[in-house]
């Protein structure tokens, strides 16, 4: 059974095989990302049957959504790019499906996107009776029209947190996308603090990129003249600098949870040192299926039994600087 624990206990700690984080219990820290391969009740029951440390459902938005033209995905060895657009059920959808998907004894976490602040706080309100154990307010999907991203606006990101606080008592969760000049990771990380989320989730997709196919001379997805988030391998660095510079800013106060570009054990692995608690598999997971939880777990566990680290949580935030001059090529 899924308990709620002690009011301020230390994130992280590892009770019977469970991680408790906000009071919520996770049988892995591996687990899988909003978006692909969590729209239907089939594929949720998949994920909840699968090793993934927790169901997390699409964004939902408070109509159900047909999502933008095909094609509008494409992956190659080197990731994805998709305009989905928040293709959906709709909340009222999830609030049936979620009491359902309480059997799998994981937590349930239920991403959101409203069209404005009073569809946030209706779906956040009705998704909390609903029974999710974790609210993710997504303030970064680059891929609807004419919607500019709220997390790059940071008045709006902190008026929307301070109101969609004010309406709930189960942990919320931040889906972020990658900012690339630390003043803006500062003062979001400010805004977090302030308005006491309980967890940091980045990055989203990369937003309005192109991937081109030369021999037809055109982009590999139809809505937006092509442009699209991408996700997967070309992300990951991007990826890795957010959660390293978010998790020192954060001072380990909201738990931060890393993903872009985790295909295997290793990739995990570099997110925990540069200060992830979680981390969450998108691209990887669409190609690959539920079986690549189990996998990417394993391969963690035999590198840290090769590093000998006796647990993860030891690894967790140690990324060193470098000292010797063993990547000197040159410059
Ligand atoms: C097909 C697809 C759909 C996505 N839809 C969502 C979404 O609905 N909500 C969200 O927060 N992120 C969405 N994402 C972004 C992923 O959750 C993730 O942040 C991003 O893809 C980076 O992780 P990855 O490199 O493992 O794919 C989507 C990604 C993909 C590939």
């Known amino acids: 059974m899924l308990t709620v624990i002690l009011k301020k206990e230390v994130e992280g700690v590892f009770v019977d095989q469970f991680y408790s984080f906000n009071s919520v219990l996770f049988p892995s820290r591996i687990m899988n990302a909003s978006g692909p391969l969590c729209t239907w ?22 109509e159900p959504r047909a999502g933008n033209d095909r094609p ?39 991403s959101l996107s409203g069209f404005s602040l009073e569809e946030f706080t209706t779906m956040v309100g009705a998704l ?7 609210l993710e307010i997504n303030l970064s999907c680059p891929n609807i029209a004419g919607k500019p991203q709220v997390a790059y606006d940071f008045e709006m990101s902190e008026k929307y947190l301070h109101t969609i606080r004010s309406t709930t008592e ?8 990658p900012y690339f000049e630390t003043i803006h990771r500062q003062e979001m990380a400010r805004i977090l603090l302030k308005n006491e989320v309980n967890g940091v989730t980045l990055i989203n997709s990369l937003g309005n990129a192109l991937i081109v196919d030369p021999e037809k001379e055109q982009a590999v997805i139809k809505p937006k003249q092509g442009l ?8 990951k660095p991007v990826a890795l600098g957010n959660v390293f510079t978010f998790s020192q800013e954060l001072e380990n106060k909201i738990p931060v949870i890393g993903v872009g570009g985790i295909y295997t054990g290793m990739d995990a692995f570099e997110f925990f ?7 969450q598999i998108g691209t990887a997971y669409k190609s690959q299926g539920p079986g690549i939880f189990a996998r990417v777990q394993g391969e963690l566990n035999e590198l840290l039994q090769r590093k000998n680290y006796a647990r993860i949580e030891d690894a967790i935030g140690k990324l060193k600087v470098v000292e010797g001059e063993e990547y000197g090529f040159g410059a």
Do not use: H, M
């Open 228 to 235: 699209g988030g991408v996700g997967g391998k070309y992300v």
């Open 273 to 279: 040192l540069c200060g992830a608690q979680l981390v």
């Open 128 to 134: 909390d009776q609903a029974g999710a154990d974790i």
């Open 72 to 110: 509008k995905y494409f992956e190659n060895e080197w990731g994805s790019i998709n305009s989905n657009g928040l293709e959906n059920l709709g909340y009222k959808k999830y609030c049936e499906l979620i009491p359902k998907l309480k059997r799998f004894n994981k937590p349930v976490i239920s």
């Open 170 to 177: 189960k942990p919320l969760w931040v889906k972020l996308p």
């Open 41 to 62: 009740e089939q594929e949720l029951n998949a994920l909840g049957e699968s090793a993934s440390g927790a169901i997390v459902l699409k964004t939902t938005t408070f």
